[in-house]
């Protein structure tokens, strides 16, 4: 499943970029780009930096006119009635933002101020935000003593306040401890199953991609080169391995023997574990014939099924991706969203 995106009806289009194509001078961030996320879907974007993550976020909140080709977000046009679009719009950046010299408190009351919430029952809303996002016990103290992960924390439960019925995040997770990754995974996953919103995840936590998004959309050179499912991508563009677990002192020649049999990686640890990537399902019954004939004693064979990892990479190529100024971001284009 390559190529542009799915056939969703455009009654069923929260976000909609149609053969969008933007420039900055000579480098061409997007082209002829087609996008859609239904209401309630999780979908993430992923590519290299330049990829034209981050180009696409902006066109969604209007904070950048296309070239070419329309965007729409709830059937508007960002650029003609932005401030309504953006008042239904999330935005989450890479880096914290959040007032240092208030307390996390003060934060999100200073949030609930600029988005006009009801007075009524604010101080409950923003306890259940602080609770939410493990921040219950530090509501009263001021951020600038925060940690990076505390203060990442607290930028979400800062966009999340209003309850925005679309989000836009850019790695959200990037800076949390495991248990407050898993935290905010959840707690992602429970605003797209429980209460309908729409996601837009930029990450390069491929991980975290396969376990959280209904859909995958990889990005290079601003345009699509892969959509689907997680398990859909790993199934049509991966080609899995096998696991055998041998003796320690035989697993060098497991190795040379399970070479014979795969144009993948092979690697090998120290405690007899031999991993052999790109070996079909086909070849499996050889190689354990072959390691029996040479009287190596096979004490595990598992099947290991291609990852969203591999099929990255199988898109890409190992090369590195391009880092250029049309894909940069930062707190400063945030701001422009808030206004």
Request: charged share 25%; proline share 5%; hydrophobic share 45%.
């Amino acid at each position: 499943m390559t190529g542009t995106a799915g056939d969703e009806s455009a009654e069923d289009q929260v976000l909609a970029i149609t053969g969008v194509t933007r420039t900055f001078g000579d480098v061409t961030a997007l082209d002829r780009l087609t996008l859609h996320v239904r209401s309630g879907e999780v979908v993430g974007l992923l590519g290299h930096n330049g990829a034209g993550k981050t180009t696409t976020v902006r066109m969604l909140a209007g904070l950048l006119a296309p070239d070419d080709g329309t965007v729409r977000v709830a059937g508007r046009d960002p650029l003609i009635d932005g401030p309504r679009v953006r008042a239904g719009l999330g935005v989450l950046p890479a880096r914290p933002v959040v007032d240092d010299r208030l307390t996390a408190a003060a934060n999100l009351r200073f949030v609930a101020e600029v988005h006009g919430l009801p007075r009524d029952g604010l101080t409950a809303r923003i306890d259940a935000a602080l609770v939410r996002f493990g921040l219950a016990e530090r509501g009263d103290e001021r951020v600038g003593t925060f940690s990076t992960g505390m203060r990442q924390r607290l930028s979400l439960a800062r966009v999340l306040l209003p309850e925005p019925p679309t989000l836009l995040l850019d790695e959200p997770t990037a800076s949390l401890d495991p248990l407050a990754a898993r935290q905010v995974r959840l707690a992602l996953r429970e605003l797209a199953d429980d209460e309908g919103r729409t996601v837009v995840l930029c990450t390069h936590d491929l991980a975290e991609a396969a376990g959280l998004c209904d859909r995958v959309i990889v990005l290079e050179h601003g345009r699509i080169v892969g959509q689907g499912s997680p398990a859909a991508l790993a199934a049509e563009h991966g080609t899995g391995g096998v696991l055998l677990e041998v003796e320690p002192e035989r697993a060098g020649l497991a190795a040379e023997l399970a070479r014979e049999h795969t144009v993948g990686d092979i690697e090998v640890d120290g405690t007899g574990r031999v991993r052999a990537t790109g070996l079909p399902r086909e070849a499996v019954p050889a190689l354990v014939a072959a390691l029996a004939e040479r009287s190596i004693a096979v004490f595990e064979v598992r099947r290991l099924d291609p990852t969203l990892e591999e099929v990255y990479l199988a898109m890409h190529g190992a090369g590195s991706g391009r880092d250029d100024a049309a894909d940069a971001d930062g707190p400063a284009w945030v701001a422009e969203v808030e206004r």
